[in-house]
């Protein structure tokens, strides 16, 4: 038996289901939660992994609160969202914070209530260290979790945090009901603007195209089980974002990664217009029926040309 043992941090839907995954697969873990208390330093001082599971909101505080990690620990970042301010993702916080350990960035189509169920299911652990990367596979894959490795952190970061401004935006349309055409339009021209995005940051096109982009946009778009794709699915219906958080009570990382994506789009001279209609109508300037009106009227141009995608 490998001597791997495994603190989680965040004792939400997605650190309790990863927790129960590891120890299923017979290795030690133990979980700290804010709101359950418990002794940080003593759950991660004995641990030679640090899979961290905490939304967007709680990722530096958590760094903050952390000193030294033990020699050797490596951390998987599983937070899918970008942080405020500097655009940076979770995993490259993790890095700056941390530079002497390896990092890994787990991320792909992993609805947790479908893997809870004992539901197949395939993620990425990326990592620009394949031995830590492959450290997260043998931890993680099972009969019901294919875990693949990746050496593109960055890329698949970045599928699994804009993916759900995607779902918002995907909710919208099944939730005005506009048909398969227009959806498969969307997600298609989603995944453009992911690429777009992700590849001006530094990330590989092909990573984009894989479990952690493609695959969790098409999870995340396709299912009343995404939280993203349900609050979308509440604003078509008229319901205001104060109502739509309220009913959730829940993580929507969404919400906080397309502003912080729209800025960024801005300041880099990107084209984002399906990030722009979901800011807007989160902001409350436009109506569902406006943003459908706004995609629609956009200048006519060649799919691909002159600009890749
Ligand atoms: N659910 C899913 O299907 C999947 C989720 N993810 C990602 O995992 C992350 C967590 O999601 P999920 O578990 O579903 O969401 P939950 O809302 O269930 O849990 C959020 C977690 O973040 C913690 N947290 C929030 N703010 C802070 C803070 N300031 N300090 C410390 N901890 C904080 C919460 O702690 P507390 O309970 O104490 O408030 C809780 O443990 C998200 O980025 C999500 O996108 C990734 C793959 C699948
Ligand atoms: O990331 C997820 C599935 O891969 C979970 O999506 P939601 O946060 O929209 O529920």
Request: hydrophobic share 45%.
């Amino acid at each position: 038996m490998n001597p791997e043992v495994v603190a989680v941090l965040g004792g939400g839907v997605w650190g309790s289901l990863l927790a129960a995954l590891i120890r299923d697969n017979g290795y030690p873990v133990r979980v700290w939660s804010r709101r359950q208390g418990g002794n940080l330093e003593e759950i991660v001082q004995p641990a030679t992994m640090l899979v961290v599971a905490v939304s967007v909101a709680g990722v530096l505080p958590v760094i903050q609160r952390l000193t030294a990690l033990p020699s050797g620990m490596i951390i998987v970042s599983t937070t899918k969202g970008l942080l405020p301010g500097n655009y940076r993702t979770p995993a490259q916080a993790w890095q700056r914070a941390f530079p002497g350990h390896g990092v890994v960035a787990l991320s792909g189509p992993n609805l947790a209530a479908e893997i809870a169920q004992g539901l197949p299911a395939a993620t990425v652990a990326a990592s620009v260290e394949t031995s830590a990367a492959q450290r997260v596979q043998q931890v993680l894959a099972s009969e019901r979790l294919r875990v693949y490795t990746n050496n593109d952190p960055l890329g698949t970061e970045l599928g699994g945090a804009l993916k759900n401004v995607m779902a918002i935006a995907a909710g919208v349309c099944d939730g005005l009901n506009l048909g398969a055409n227009a959806k498969a339009s969307l997600i298609t021209r989603a995944l453009a603007e992911m690429v777009r995005v992700a590849v001006d940051l530094g990330a590989n096109t092909y990573t984009l195209y894989g479990l952690s982009g493609l695959g969790d946009l098409l999870a995340t778009c396709n299912s009343p089980l995404s939280r993203n794709y349900r609050l979308g699915y509440g604003l078509a219906q008229g319901k205001s974002l104060a109502v739509m958080l309220q009913e959730l009570q829940t993580t929507v990382e969404g919400v906080n990664t397309t502003q912080v994506l729209v800025q960024m789009a801005d300041q880099r001279g990107l084209r984002v217009p399906i990030a722009q209609q979901v800011d807007a109508l989160l902001q409350g300037h436009i109506n569902p029926q406006q943003a459908v009106v706004e995609l629609m009227g956009r200048d006519l141009k060649a799919e691909f040309h002159p600009e890749p995608l």
